[in-house]
Antibody, heavy 119, light 113 residues
Framework: QVHLLQSGTEVKKPGATVKISCQTSEDTFNNNYINWLRQAPGQGLEWMELISPRDGITSLAQKFRDRLTVTRDPSTNTIFMELRGLRPDDTAIYYC????????????WGQGTLVTVSS | IVLTQTPLSSPVTLGQPASISCRSSQSLVQSERTTSLSWLHQRPGQPPRVLIHKFSDRFSGVPDRFTGGGAGTDFTLKISRVEVEDVGVYYCMLSTQNPPMYTFGQGTRLDIK
């Protein structure tokens, strides 16, 4: 079973930056895309970006291009998502999800990280 | 492209069938290798999991009571006999490439009458 282990709950003030991690296996790190999505309370899913951890190539949704950065650490098979300029409407559960190798879907998800933005 | 799901809420009787529609604002060409429609299921308090991908392929380990179908702009997820574990929210998801983009329907909540 694939495990994507995310970092814990965050509480931030408006304007702050949050950085969330998603640790994978070496095989996943080297052979799959990792995607970041979010889900506001009681709302639907929103795709944010994907990264190829092996080579660092990313693709971001237009909406987030000014304030979202995704990086990775090959030594720990970990992917990081950094969102800057937080607003209350960024309050959401943030998920990392593994891209399926044979099609454009997600075959495994992290447990989710709740980010609350409040003054 | 916008995906519109109907109904938004569906109370069903255990053992009875259920059907969820996902309508695309543009016609989707299933033969396009860079286009894929998936159906996801999210139970309360859990991340989603994929049920159907590539428009109609059941994902590994998914019970055969789940069927995906449709063409053009209209796609459907059918559950032949609803079980208790099927409650939750169902999403259709469109994946397109060049550049990569993933779009979701607004979700359909399935609960037991």
């Amino acid at each position: 079973q694939v495990h994507l282990l995310q970092s814990g709950t965050e509480v931030k003030k408006p304007g702050a930056t949050v950085k969330i991690s998603c640790q994978t296996s070496e095989d996943t790190f080297n052979n799959n895309y990792i995607n970041w999505l979010r889900q506001a309370p009681g709302q639907g899913l929103e795709w944010m970006e994907l990264i190829s951890p092996r080579d660092g190539i990313t693709s971001l949704a237009q909406k987030f291009r000014d304030r979202l950065t995704v990086t990775r650490d090959p030594s720990t098979n970990t992917i990081f998502m950094e969102l800057r300029g937080l607003r209350p409407d960024d309050t959401a559960i943030y998920y990392c999800a593994r891209g399926y190798r044979f099609d454009y879907t997600f075959d495994s998800w992290g447990q989710g990280t709740l980010v609350t933005v409040s003054s | 492209i916008v995906l519109t799901q109907t109904p938004l809420s569906s109370p069903v009787t255990l053992g009875q069938p259920a059907s969820i529609s996902c309508r695309s604002s543009q016609s989707l060409v299933q033969s396009e290798r860079t286009t894929s429609l998936s159906w996801l299921h999210q139970r309360p308090g859990q991340p989603p999991r994929v049920l159907i991908h590539k428009f109609s392929d059941r994902f590994s380990g998914v019970p055969d009571r789940f069927t995906g179908g449709g063409a053009g702009t209209d796609f459907t997820l059918k559950i032949s006999r609803v079980e208790v574990e099927d409650v939750g929210v169902y999403y259709c998801m469109l994946s397109t490439q060049n550049p990569p983009m993933y779009t979701f329907g607004q979700g359909t909540r399935l609960d037991i009458k």
